[in-house]
């Protein structure tokens, strides 16, 4: 449940981010070197990564917390 609600976060934001880097291109143009504006590699690289990246974030504290017995964790203040 944790790993899903961290997944559905990056699907909601990385269409916002591919969207934003594509209309923000033509003001960084300028700033790129050796690299187009449309990028196949970074367009599909990036995106991966972060999602890679939400994947453990979502995970190491899900199975931490599955790991914790559920009457320590009630009694506990």
Do not use: C, N
């Amino acid at each position: 449940m944790t790993v899903r609600k961290g997944l559905v976060l990056a699907a909601i934001g990385l269409p916002i981010g591919l969207v934003g880097a594509a209309f923000l291109t033509r003001f960084i143009q300028g700033l790129l070197y050796g690299v187009s504006t449309t990028d196949p590699v970074t367009y599909v690289g990036i995106p991966l990564l972060l999602v890679l990246v939400a994947i453990l974030a979502s995970y190491i504290p899900a199975r931490r917390a599955s790991r914790v017995d559920p009457l320590v964790a009630l009694r506990s203040e």
